[in-house]
Nanobody, 120 residues
Framework: QVQLVESGGGLVQPGGSLRLSCAASGSLRTIYVMGWYRQAPGGQRELVARINSGSIPNYADSVKGRFTISRDNSKNTVYLQMNSLKLEDTAVYYC??????????????WGQGTQVTVSS
């Protein structure tokens, strides 16, 4: 059994900052790419940022220069530092990870989602 547990969402004013965390736990063997996606009301889920096991990141154009993704492999945790938040960043943010579990199965896992609301 593998779980992804997110934390750090909330309400923030435009221009503010938030930091999201996502910890993987359970029957872990190898964690490959970890990432963050978001889904705004009425919209599709979209990639925000992802980072591979060597900590090489890539970002959606809409967040480049404002968001930073990082990971701590010793804690099986990925972070998303969000600065200069805009109204259009409001969404439910989902953690995603490509994981091989101890039974050698490999698949994508998703967190439960955390709400980020940017509002004045």
């Amino acid at each position: 059994q593998v779980q992804l547990v997110e934390s750090g969402g909330g309400l923030v004013q435009p221009g503010g900052s938030l930091r999201l965390s996502c910890a993987a736990s359970g029957s872990l063997r190898t964690i490959y790419v970890m990432g963050w996606y978001r889904q705004a009301p009425g919209g599709q889920r979209e990639l925000v940022a992802r980072i591979n096991s060597g900590s090489i990141p890539n970002y959606a154009d809409s967040v480049k220069g404002r968001f930073t993704i990082s990971r701590d492999n010793s804690k099986n945790t990925v972070y998303l530092q969000m600065n200069s938040l805009k109204l259009e960043d409001t969404a439910v943010y989902y953690c995603n990870a490509d994981i091989r579990s101890t039974d050698w199965a490999r698949r994508d896992y998703w967190g439960q989602g955390t709400q980020v609301t940017v509002s004045s």
